[in-house]
């Protein structure tokens, strides 16, 4: 891989910190967050990598990668971090901004997992496991995933057969309808960022 | 004094002997719940993951909920929901911004002082646990007990900060209270994977494992959870990592509700244990329990 | 009546450039009082100078006014000349109209009414000057050396070389510091003991050292040249005039499991003991927390076997008053914990690392403890938990230091030379041993140093792996530690037998009272602070007080060495004659205006003025003013502009000098 430094025309490091209120030039590149990661194994970049590609104004890279739908937001790295850099949201925040720019993750299942559980969400008030997860094993062609603990599942009553809906759908629907992908920050709303 | 009652949607599914514990942990020490009314779903993973001010709207609404029907706190055993209403609050409460976007969101003013307490906060704050200790009918004795926290109970550390995020005690004092023995390991408050356990399942395999592993080799007879998403992880996959890894794990695993109402002397049918993948049934016999 | 002469100089280009230099003397001619007035190239140079002298005795001048560069440049120069052509040299000031004014502007006709301006100003001001006489104070020359770790012994040897007597004061019950602990140093590997203890040995017989050792620093009055400190010598309950070290006392004591704090808590000593065999002095001290007989009245089997009768139950602390005319300061450095409770608020534990409940999880000092064929296991590298020689043994660099998160952002310098140093030693010891260091980045920096750290990774094939370990626990007999390779993109995890930690290096935890009975400040992590970083390192804010070594920043051997030497020639050049000589810069209390409410003691920040009684003939105290003590005032003015009734005044700078430049200003 080579990379043109100089040929970066918009500042992603600069963006990315107006989404995320974390300014990434405070990392030092230790590699805490990737050594203590429970799933840094399954990635392909591991998290330090991926906050380097941002200091590197590398967007591409970035969005693309599998490692921000690897990570499970356990928040190891950012409890851990000397610096103090909540890398869990850096994770989060390249998801919504894939969500926005509409990408597909390099991860099977799991734009369509999030999808489906608050598509229920929104028409019910309150996620619906059996219709997720059969809607979900049906999108992702994996029609028996789970088939025999589904089963038992149901037997023991821990999953219903139709959803558990609220009285004021209307309210969650509206709920759904104003919320926007982040939050606009201006320069003076500085209480989230940690400085040093 | 009445405590807001948040269950959130798994414990009315398949966390509902969590459900069910709580209910009669709190009936046994004169704790008044009362569940907040038409409560919406916390959002958990999928919302905050997708949309910003959805991952905070949703929780707090059900906060404005409890406010608007007089109740000035809320309880929430379920670690996940728990971690998203405090989350929501932290965020509205350090930033103006987002406390005027959850304004025109949800319509209403934002009350701001609403308290939110997981149930181990709950028993060991609001309750106290010197207090508790003199209700034990049952001390659960000899039974060996590895303590899971998860990640969402302890962290983020700014915002839920009620224990040490990497020593975390108040669990185990809590299995301590009721006669058991907490054991000493090295997985407690590592990550079971989430909701990754159905998009990508191979992983929370792999995870759950470890922790299971590490619970054997600390010579747990069980392990104690307080997140319904950690239960099912745990509970439910245990046979699909046998075939995976060729392991022979037969850990019970139980709601630490559970294991205080057995203790409090609440009859062990009424605790929802025959609904567990791995039943307990056989371990609690061989301990005296039941 | 005023006679002032005005000199501007060019200064070459650097004035004339900007500044109509010729013009300006010729403006400056006719001002009043003025009688002499020139301009010339150079004014510092010798035809400079003679320039000013001769104008001096010719034109029978009482002020002169020197136009050319800032006074921190040549003051010194000009009041010297004028001072051998017979003025008093407070007579002579400095107009500076390069710096203030050719150097930072660029319109020429500007800069040359500025200059004119700042000429006019100076020309009101030194007419009002007074003479004044520098002022001398007596000096007491002897020094005194708090700390007697290897800053402090070189310190004082290096005093005591120099012909002055030297007072070594050290807290714990034998000098060495932790140089002592360390088994081989780096980048020679010589033996830290055999470098150590011939210094040692010559502090203890130098004729110009007075040894006072489990003894502390009490109090301190007065000032550079004359303090007067008085030392707690605590009780050791032995008679050190009677014991000879023959060590009968320490075999006898029935109480042998205490952790010693020599051997970091890894070794076990008696409750009367010699910290290590070749201590100096080599006269035991009873641990009272964990005595028998202190505890329980029984025991004494120390005093029965004693045949020298050096045993002193009864021994009290003694109280000691030195009079020294300087002081260094070389108290040294404590060792980060990762335990939960922490000496500093600020600082966090580390609980991914056990919070120090794991026993095979070190830090460095008791690895170089292991590692001292005079340690706890005669040199052998065997694991605490259960004495096994470990396999694999990992290091981990950065533990505490450049942590914001757990509170400790700077570099403590040292570890990536002395855990190079371990893994080279481990290796030498352990031959089929594997060590693995993670690291953040080398800092290898002084004579020798890369090609140190480049030998362990070359030749003794120790595995270094680029970046920060997340977490360490225990499964079985094995330590898990789970960390980083930031080159090879990847996550490491290696079972280990032992967890070698290289903790910060912090300001020992109880130095902050020290510092305040001195008056020498500290900073945020409570490194004491040096009177400027670059030009001044081994002084402090509080004149006559020097430090060396650690206790002012994390440093190695040789620095810590360097500045005890730097110091003791401060020391020396304090001490080299009867009296010192200060700048006349000092407030005057105007007795009689006085009141006596005492603002300007309060305000005073070196603590330079007391209260004085005057009283009549018959002893009555007549009232209580301020007075300024000489000696210590540094003319801040502080006191000025605090009193309320301007009963005090600056010589140099008083009240009617300054509003006449001010009203100069504005004329």
Partial sequence: MQLHLDESVDNFTDEFKKLSNIDLYNCYQCGKCTAGCPVAGFMDKTPNQIIRFIQLNQPEIVLNSKTPYICASCNTCSARCPKDIDIARVMETIRILGVKKGIKPKVKGAAEFNKLFLKYVKTEGRSYELGMTAEFNIRTGQFLKDAALGAEMFMKRKISLLPEGVKNKKRIKKIFEKSDYFVSRNDSDNKNIKEH | MDYGYFPGCSLHSTAKEFNISTKAVCDEIDIKLKEIDDWVCCGATPAHNTKEELGIALPYSNLLSASGQGLDNVVAPCAACYNRLKTAKHHVNNSETIKNRMTEILGDEINTDIKVFHVLELLRDEYGYEKLKTMVKKPLKDLKVACYYGCLLVRPTDVVNFDDPEDPVSMDDLVTVTGAQPVQWSHKTECCGASHAIPQTNVVLELVRRILNAAKIAGADCIAVACPLCHVNLDMRQSQINNEFMTEFKTPILYITQLVALSLGVDYKKLGFESHFNEPFTLLKEKGII | MARVGVFVCHCGENIARTVDCSSVAERASKLRDVVYSVDYKYMCSDPGQTLIKDAVKKYELTGVVIASCSPLMHEKTFRRAVSEAGLNPFLCEMANIREHCSWVHEDKEDATQKAFDLIRIMVEKVKRNHPLQPIRIPVTRRAMVIGGGVAGIQASLDIADGGRQVVLVEKSPSIGGHMAQLSETFPTLDCSQCILTPKMVSVNSHKNIKLYTYSEVESVEGYIGNFEVTIRKKARYVDDTKCTGCGICQQKCPMKKIPGEFNTGLGKRTAIYVPFPQAVPNIPVIDKENCTYFKTGKCKACEKFCDRKAIDFEQKDEFIKEKVGAIVVATGYDLYSIKKEQNFPTVKGYGEYGYGKYP????????????????????????????????????????????????????????????????????????????????????????????????????????????????????????????????????????????????????????????????????????????????RPVETNSAGIFLAGACQAPKDIPEAVAQASAAASKVLGLCSSEELEREPYVATVNETTCAGCGFCITACPYQAIERKEIKNRNGEVLKTVASVNHGVCQGCGTCLSICRSKSIDLAGFTDEEVYAEIDAMFA
């Fill in chain 3, 360 to 535: 095979d999880v070190i830090n460095s000092l008791q690895f170089e403890r292991l590692l001292s064929a005079s340690g706890p296991t005669f040199g052998e590298v065997k694991r605490p938990s259960d004495g096994k020689t470990p396999e694999t043994v990992v290091f981990i660099q950065c533990v505490g230091s450049r942590d914001d998160a757990k509170g400790i952002s700077y570099c403590s310098k040292i570890c990536c030379m002395y855990t190079a140093k371990h893994t080279m030693l481990y290796k030498h010891k352990v031959h089929n041993g594997k060590a693995f260091v993670f690291y953040m980045d080398i800092r290898s920096a002084g004579k020798n140093y890369d090609e140190f750290v480049r030998r362990a990774i070359e030749e003794d094939e120790a595995v270094y792996l680029r970046g920060r370990v997340s977490k360490i626990y225990q499964e079985g007999d094995k330590l898990i530690v789970k960390g980083a390779d930031t080159l090879s993109g990847t996550q490491v995890e290696i079972a280990a037998d032992l967890v070698v930690l290289a903790t910060a290096m912090t300001a020992q935890s109880d130095i902050v009272p020290l510092a305040q009975k001195l008056g020498v400040g500290y900073d945020k992590y409570h490194f004491l602070s040096e009177a400027h970083p670059k030009l």
